[in-house]
């Protein structure tokens, strides 16, 4: 059911790591360039880098969600 994977999605998000969720939050949600981003968050010092690190947490992310979908299927 919809409401269902959207609260693990939810917890899956919640779940990440505090530097995972704050770029993909700045990313999918307030729609900011990874220029923007890379301003924003002293962390990250290059765009390659930042890059690189979105793509290792939506990965995480979507095995997460996944696993927790297969989990309760």
């Not at 999918?28 to 390659?48: G, H, P, Q, V, W």
């Amino acid at each position: 059911d919809k409401e269902d994977r959207l609260n693990v999605i939810a917890r899956c998000i919640a779940e990440l790591p505090t530097r995972c969720r704050e770029i993909l939050t700045m990313f999918y949600y307030k729609k900011m360039t990874l220029d923007e981003i890379l301003a924003a968050r002293k962390e990250n010092t290059s765009k390659d880098g930042l890059k690189t690190g979105k793509s290792k947490c939506m990965k995480l992310l979507k095995e997460n969600v996944l696993s927790r979908i297969d989990e309760n299927v």
